[in-house]
């Protein structure tokens, strides 16, 4: 039976730390682009018809309900072919942006739908028109709602972009098979990624569980 060979991890952690801060830019940046798609689309969705109502659930249905690596190629792939041409990076970026969105809208859309509609009466009774409501009436009440799934949503995002590594970009899982094509380790490398992944995901929930306890304290 073959050993366990950590000295190959030794010799490759200065490349896998670095694909490490590659996969949380990655996932930072995407977030950050989920998070507004999201929350846009989501208010829209709060209000009952609209314009505008059929196609953000067109987009929302389609990318939930479509795979992400089937959503990447597509994007790198298929878009350019109709004259769309993105970098790796931005493809990865826009599609994890639109895929994660597609998720916080419905928090979104749920987290505002928990308010009650005496809150909306009340702001309006002073004044605010429907923009003034969501921004400083409604929305941070929502807030406290919405931030545990949010947090989850990150967390989600954050090991669905092991997938971009099919885009050729230099995160953990695309340097962990650089690595075992090279040396043939496959538990020692895909051991530590997994371990590297899951510390990173459970600093996020504890963010989480801390954001939880503030709000609970603020409400």
């Known amino acids: 039976m073959d050993t366990v060979q950590w000295r190959v991890i030794a010799n490759w952690s200065p490349e896998l730390l670095a694909a490490a801060g590659v996969t949380l830019r990655v996932s930072a940046i995407s977030f950050v682009l989920a998070l507004i798609i999201g929350t846009v689309t989501g208010v829209i969705r709060s209000r009952a018809g609209g314009r505008l109502a059929f196609p953000i659930a067109a987009y929302v249905e389609f990318f939930r309900g479509t795979p992400l690596l089937v959503q990447l190629f597509f994007i790198y792939y298929g878009l350019p072919q109709i004259g769309i041409t993105m970098d790796a990076w931005t493809a990865a970026i826009v599609g994890l942006g639109l895929n994660g969105g597609a998720y916080i809208s419905e928090i979104v859309r749920g987290a505002l739908a ?102 609970a304290l603020g409400r």
């Not at 919405?146 to 997938?163: R, V």
């Open 114 to 215: 928990g308010i009650h509609r005496g809150q909306y009466d009340a702001a309006h009774a002073l004044g605010f028109g429907w923009l003034q409501t969501i921004a400083w009436v409604v929305m941070p009440q929502a807030l406290r709602t919405a931030t545990p799934p949010l947090m989850n949503s990150f967390a989600a995002l954050l090991k669905e972009s092991s997938l971009v590594s099919i885009l050729a970009i230099t995160e953990m899982m695309n340097v962990a098979n650089q690595v075992y094509s090279r040396t043939f380790r496959a538990f020692e490398i895909f051991a530590v990624v997994a371990l590297m992944y899951f510390t990173m995901t459970f600093f996020v929930s504890q963010v989480s569980r801390l954001l939880e306890r503030r709000l």
